[in-house]
């Protein structure tokens, strides 16, 4: 297991100063991100076994996913390598939902390594999930179990626990408001708010599914560009 960072409350101030300076965010969203994880990071959450922040990010925003996950894990974490990319564009059907959790005890592949597997050995990081508009109902109910309860069991007996990590989402499906509104670059969900924002919540909620969708901290709709790397699965 790669240990835990040493100082996350600094690491937390070295996002704020880098966020600030590399354009990617708008100021309000970035001051939410930095007010989440001195929340949790600092053990006042009142769900702690959820993870430690969690972004969904939409439409163009989706590009520059790995581009935030380098830059979040880097001062946060430790290192811009501590990031886990699980690509979910190819589980399309009910029973593709065995890739994540592994094959049952006596059917081929039992056993076999998952893509999860490395946020147990590196339970501090970036989790960043891709395309969870393309895959399957199932998974996306999956993956609302896993942001609530923090952790992951699979066919093996082996719980991932995801309670400190940041969660990623992407999503090419986006939010665009209505014909003359303002589209909105980034909300809290569930927040009050303006009328098109709420708009833009529900359309994510039909097509990704409440359950889902209400997990998340924030949807992001634009993201600048940065110069980072992560790891893909």
């Known amino acids: 297991r790669v240990g835990m960072p040493v100082d996350t409350a ?123 508009d393309a895959c399957h109902e199932s998974i996306r109910q999956l993956l609302a179990r896993i942001m609530s309860t923090g952790e992951l069991r699979d066919n093996r007996g082996q719980t991932v626990h995801f309670s400190d990590t940041v969660i990623i989402a992407t999503a090419a499906a986006g939010t665009a408001s209505r014909p003359g509104t303002t589209a909105t670059i980034g909300f809290e969900v569930g927040a009050p708010g303006r009328q098109d924002t709420a708009e833009a919540e529900e359309q994510l909620r039909k097509t990704l599914g409440k359950s889902l969708v209400d997990q998340f901290d924030l949807v992001l709709e634009r993201v600048g560009t940065a110069n980072q790397g992560d790891q893909n699965w």
């Open 10 to 132: 600094a690491g937390v101030d070295q996002l704020s100063a880098r966020l600030q300076t590399s354009g990617m965010l708008e100021e309000s969203v970035a001051s939410d991100m930095e007010l989440r994880l001195r929340t949790t990071t600092e053990n006042l959450d009142l769900s702690p076994r959820e993870p430690n922040l969690s972004l969904l990010l939409t439409g163009t925003a989706a590009q520059p996913a790995p581009d935030l996950a380098g830059l979040v894990a880097e001062p946060v974490f430790g290192s811009g390598h501590r990031v886990v990319t699980v690509d979910l564009a190819r589980l399309t059907s009910d029973d593709h939902i065995n890739v994540l959790v592994g094959s049952p005890a006596g059917y081929i592949g039992h056993g076999d390594p998952l893509p999860h597997d490395p946020v147990q050995q590196m339970p501090w990081c970036v989790v960043v999930w891709r395309n969870v």
